[in-house]
């Protein structure tokens, strides 16, 4: 069998696995392509309100397949510049897609599938799950976003040592600094991932979507330019049928229908 991303529905819930038997679901472009087209229908499909990433067998990803790195050694370097594209795209495609992405992380998340964990919105992890930047266990440095995202989660002393040190982190510890949300039982990630997605599928998409586009903005506005955003934001909002809906519900003390 070969790399694949499978996709399968739950209600409103769309459940991507990545798919490498005997790789530990390392990356592939036919699988980073497949992702990048999946987000984007997803992206337009109403019906769809929610994403769960998850990797089978028991083990989220383990990044970059070193096999193929050696053999792109041997091309031209703009062959491995089209994969760290590909990659990137993928990144990309979740931090843009206005449904909320969770992260289901059994087993571990190694260098860029550390960076795909890293780039959804939340993060369900096992108790044994570990993440690990090991690029620089075998000479190489970090793409997919990592040092971005570490920096922007992480104090700099321990972003660093996660880059530098290239050992696996505990799921235990990112969780005391807030990046990892929850820990669950071994085998339970992707069950409290999809319940966690219900649970947010049942809110107001339209203020899920621009509350994920204010966090996306945030590290790069200053604090006036934010408070426009947020004016604008909070005022489109207020004047959505998802507003009517929900003030209504508050007031009849009843659960919102907003779908």
């Not at 897609?97 to 550390?114: R, S, T």
């Not at 993440?131 to 440095?141: E, I, P, R, S, W």
């Not at 990892?180 to 979507?209: F, K, T, Y």
């Amino acid at each position: 069998m070969s790399a694949e991303l499978l996709a399968t529905r739950h209600h409103a819930i769309l459940t991507l696995t990545m798919s490498n038997p005997g790789k530990r679901n390392a990356l592939h472009p036919d699988m980073t392509a497949a992702a990048i087209e999946t987000l984007a229908t997803a992206e337009r499909d109403e019906s769809i309100h929610a994403v769960v990433l998850t990797g089978a067998d028991n083990f989220f990803c383990a990044g970059g397949d070193l096999n193929r790195l050696i053999e792109n050694r041997a091309l031209p370097r703009s062959v491995q510049a089209s994969s760290i594209d590909l990659l990137h795209g993928w990144i990309d495609a979740l931090r843009a897609c206005p449904k909320p992405i969770i992260a289901a992380v059994e087993g571990g998340a190694a260098g860029a599938g550390f960076s795909l964990a890293l780039a959804c919105d939340l993060i369900v992890a096992s108790t044994s799950a570990k993440f690990q930047m090991a690029y620089v266990n075998v000479g190489l440095t970090p793409d997919g976003g990592a040092s971005w995202f570490l920096n922007q989660a992480l104090p700099r002393q321990l972003s660093t040592e996660i880059l530098m040190d290239g050992k696996p982190v505990s799921a235990e510890r990112l969780h005391q600094f807030g990046l990892v949300n929850r820990i669950v039982s071994d085998g339970s990630a992707l069950d409290v991932a999809l319940e966690w997605a219900q649970e947010l599928a049942n809110r107001s998409p339209h203020a899920i979507e621009r509350i994920k586009g204010l966090m996306r903005e945030a590290p790069v506005n200053t604090l006036a330019s934010h408070f426009e955003s947020e004016k604008h934001n909070f005022i489109e909002s207020l004047h959505h049928r998802d507003a009517q809906e929900g003030i209504s519900a508050f007031f009849e003390k009843r659960p919102p229908r907003t779908r």
